[in-house]
């Protein structure tokens, strides 16, 4: 079976400061690896997926991702938060066609 | 590209009553899935079709829930005599082939039972 957890539920961060959420997964295999944002009243959003290759992965905003198989991570960094960056972030697994979520993370970027 | 499309967005039952939510996919995509999202639970996985035709149902309550998808242009979800604990905001997602593409969600239906 597959799983995420994303071990802080709230983060809050000021304007123009380094961001980075946790993601931890298990899977049996290699799997796809995903984080998706979700704004207030909307559906969620790919940011980045990472599956192979190099284990920095870029996404979009400036927002970028590194894999650690030994650390069964896949943590989401952003180099400088802007207020938009407020929302709901998701890290997410596959290694079937089934995507399995983690509970999500609520940033908050402060003035 | 309108996206994937979820009707309705807001939807009130009284306990009992019986809801049905609905989802265009987006035009191409293959596969289809249904998520739940609450509070408490986060994000569920409900079930999932490729090619029209169901392939995980394993997030589905046994009792109480059903879903389809008849043609290439809509999938349904109904839930039977809704109860309080099934309120929730249940979204639809689409992607060209499998859960490994990127899934496009909708906006989803926010479902409240009185």
């Known amino acids: 079976a597959q799983s995420v957890t994303q071990p802080d539920a709230r983060v809050t961060v000021s304007e123009g400061a380094s961001l980075q959420l946790r993601c931890k997964y298990s899977?049996?295999?290699?799997?796809?690896l995903f984080w998706y944002v979700q704004y207030p009243r909307q559906g969620l959003q790919l940011l980045l997926k990472?599956?192979?290759?190099?284990?920095v992965v870029q996404g979009v905003n400036g927002f970028e991702a590194e894999f650690s198989k030994s650390n069964s991570s896949f943590h989401l960094r952003k180099a400088s938060v802007h207020w938009s960056d407020s929302a709901v972030y998701f890290c997410?697994?596959?290694?079937?066609?089934?995507?399995?979520f983690g509970t999500g993370t609520r940033l908050q970027v402060s003035p | 590209n309108a996206g994937v499309i979820q009707t309705p967005r807001h939807k009130v039952t009284g306990k009992g009553q019986e809801a049905t939510l609905w989802c265009e996919p987006i035009?191409?995509?293959?596969?289809v899935f249904w998520y739940r999202q609450t509070i408490v639970q986060g994000l569920e996985f409900l079930t999932y079709?490729?090619?029209?035709?169901?392939?995980?149902d394993s997030g589905m309550p046994k009792e109480r829930f059903s879903a389809q998808m008849p043609n290439q242009s809509h999938s349904t979800l109904k839930i039977q005599s809704t109860q309080p604990q099934d309120s929730a905001v249940y979204l639809c997602?689409?992607?060209?082939?499998?859960?490994?593409?990127?899934?496009?969600f909708g906006a989803g239906t926010r479902l409240s039972v009185l």
């Open positions: 035009s191409g995509h293959s596969a």
């Open positions: 079709f490729r090619n029209q035709a169901p392939i995980d």
């Open positions: 997602a689409s992607s060209l082939v499998r859960g490994q593409n990127t899934l496009y």
């Open positions: 899977s049996s295999v290699t799997p796809y």
């Open positions: 997410a697994v596959s290694n079937t066609d089934k995507v399995v």
């Open positions: 990472y599956y192979s290759g190099d284990p």
